[in-house]
């Protein structure tokens, strides 16, 4: 599924990342787009084939949180220009997901930007908008240079998204809904 108005990821300054949830460059991957909303999240819209089933024609349950955890890192990087680093996750199953159906999972901040563990939820919907999936989660944001040893990334990416980071142009100014 394509998103016409996508955001640019700062991750896009490194030729070759491989997320799993939001690289175009990884083949096995979800390759995720995402789209700004006008209350201050994101969203991203997917199907999911059969390659990403778990009982048959059903969508394996792991995924419906990593695609959640994905949307909800993602609006932090955007919206407060820092990486941060999954702490805690709950997800509810509402229903199951389909394979070869479309939904969408919209990810909102908690609480306004200061220092320490950053909040998020994420509601996955079906086309109809009922949600059939919810998370929250809990993110350490941390400093790039401060983490340099957990990384595989050479010192001029990591100066590359240093940099993106702190100069991105950011769709969401702050994450927080207006």
Known sequence: MTAPD?????WSVIP??????????NPAGLRLRFTPRADGGLESAFRLDRGFESYPGVVHGGLIGVICDEVMGNLIVLARHVPAFTVSQRTRFLTPLAVDHEYRCVARLSGAAAPGPITASAEILD????VCASSTATYAPFDLHAVRDRLTLGDDE??????????GDAPIPNGDPA
């Open 16 to 25: 070759d990342y491989r997320c799993f949830g939001c690289s175009p460059h």
């Open 6 to 10: 996508a955001v640019a990821l700062p």
């Open 127 to 130: 086309g109809d908008g009922t």
């Open 158 to 167: 990591v100066a590359l998204l240093a940099h993106a980071l702190s100069t």
